[in-house]
């Protein structure tokens, strides 16, 4: 018996005595001159004949040692599911715990910068006005800023948006410059500065990769039924649009309508762009080198007399991107990189940017020079790691754009 239940069991033997003794119960009395020890059981009986209310702890020595280890082990019991629970718990909700807060931090340090990036923009606004004393009609101008080298770089940093990471898994923010760096050249460091470049365009990429992939999944939706509805034709006519298909051949629309791999895109990005620093880049956020006869552009300096083309410019580097997907997935140059990208998806093999390379020998005019350049690119930068990379889900439909 623990020192706990003999203290209890002596306390209430002697509660029982009291009373007896205090309402002057007289076989007490005899039995304590008969030198005879009265068990707890006799004393009560003792009481509840003589009409005397029992003190409320009625409980043997047994009793409470079983009471005791009965309240404990039920108490632990509730406790150690409590801790697994917990525990469990902990365990499921992290990735989704994880993926909050990357999202909190990313929208917060993403819109400071945004906002500073207007309020700079608002700022030289006003001196602008200052010096104009009457308004006047001028031609629609370009209100996208440029961020520096240094800033991008903070941006990126604050958000914690490495390649190690992504490499390693890590989800890429969706967050998308409007224009590269006008200082990029300016980094001594090689490394990085194509770096930088990559984490500019890798975001971008992702993004046009991921719209393919949700019509390509409404498209197969749509084939797989056997009535399709007016909205789904009306989709249907504009995705024929857009992949420039006349005959409404739906098995042409299945080989246009995929991903480009983003090795491939950085690496002829890299290619063309110089890494972000050449003047076509940095003027007109052409960043594929894509010639033009009609559009705007940006005419090459020591160009051929008898040549007119000029360098397509665009107003944002999304824009740049999106022109480059249109270009592979539609010009009758790339039939051959369409086909062997639909071959591998027959085969339910990974598209491989390092395996379609050499199907983009019309991309330039040295032709197969020109796809050991890129093959040299991709795998001298590990570009094939960024193949499987993924966007960080967010709440931001456009994710945001600087």
């Known amino acids: 018996m623990s020192k706990k239940i003999e203290k209890l069991f002596k306390s209430y033997r002697e509660q029982l005595l009291h009373l007896a003794k205090l309402y002057g119960i007289v076989e007490i009395k005899s039995y304590a001159r008969s030198a005879k020890r009265l068990t707890i059981s006799q004393l009560e009986l003792l009481l509840i004949k003589n009409h ?3 003190p409320i702890n009625r409980s043997s020595d047994k009793a409470i040692a ?4 009965k309240q404990n082990t039920i108490t632990n019991v ?9 525990i469990g718990c902990m365990i499921l909700t992290r990735p989704y715990i994880k993926n909050v807060v990357n999202e909190v931090k990313f929208t917060y340090v993403a819109e400071e910068y945004k906002q500073a990036k207007i309020d700079k923009s ?11 004393e009457e308004p006047e009609l001028v031609p629609e101008q370009d209100n996208t800023v440029s961020l520096n080298a240094e800033t991008t770089i ?10 190690t990471g992504v490499r390693a898994g890590q989800k890429v923010k969706p967050i998308y410059l409007t224009k590269l760096p006008k200082d990029l050249k300016t980094l001594g460091d090689t490394k990085q500065k194509r770096d930088l470049f990559i984490k500019i365009l890798l975001p971008l990429i992702l993004d046009e990769n991921e719209k ?12 797989n039924k056997n009535f399709n509805t007016a909205g789904e034709r009306v989709w249907l006519k504009r995705r024929f649009k857009e992949y420039k298909i006349d005959d409404n051949d739906l098995s042409k629309l299945k080989m246009r309508m995929d991903i480009i791999p983003v090795s491939v895109a950085l690496a002829q990005a890299a290619n063309e762009s110089g890494w972000g620093t050449s003047r076509f880049a940095l003027e007109g956020n052409a960043l594929f080198g ?7 552009g940006i005419s090459p300096k020591n160009k051929d007399p008898n040549q007119t083309h000029k360098i397509l410019q665009f107003q944002i580097l999304k824009a740049s991107v999106r022109a480059y997907k249109n270009n592979l997935n539609t010009h009758n140059a790339y039939r051959e990189f369409r086909e062997a990208r639909a071959q591998l998806r027959q085969k339910n093999e990974i598209i491989n940017g390092l395996l379609l390379t050499k199907y ?19 795998e001298k930068n590990r570009l094939t790691d960024f193949d499987k990379a993924d966007l960080l889900p967010t709440k931001l439909k456009t994710g945001v754009a600087l």
């Open 52 to 54: 005397i209310k029992l």
């Open 66 to 69: 079983k009471q005791e280890l």
């Open 78 to 86: 509730y406790l150690s599911l409590f801790v697994i629970f917990f």
């Open 122 to 132: 608002k700022k030289k606004t006003k001196k602008k006005n200052k010096v104009v």
């Open 154 to 163: 903070n941006l990126f940093d604050d958000l914690g948006y490495d390649l």
């Open 212 to 223: 393919i992939t949700q019509d390509r999944k409404r498209l197969f939706k749509i084939l």
């Open 290 to 296: 894509q010639w033009t006869w009609s559009k705007k």
């Open 360 to 378: 983009l020998k019309n991309y330039a005019s040295i032709g197969e020079k020109y796809v050991r350049i890129l093959e040299d690119i991709i």
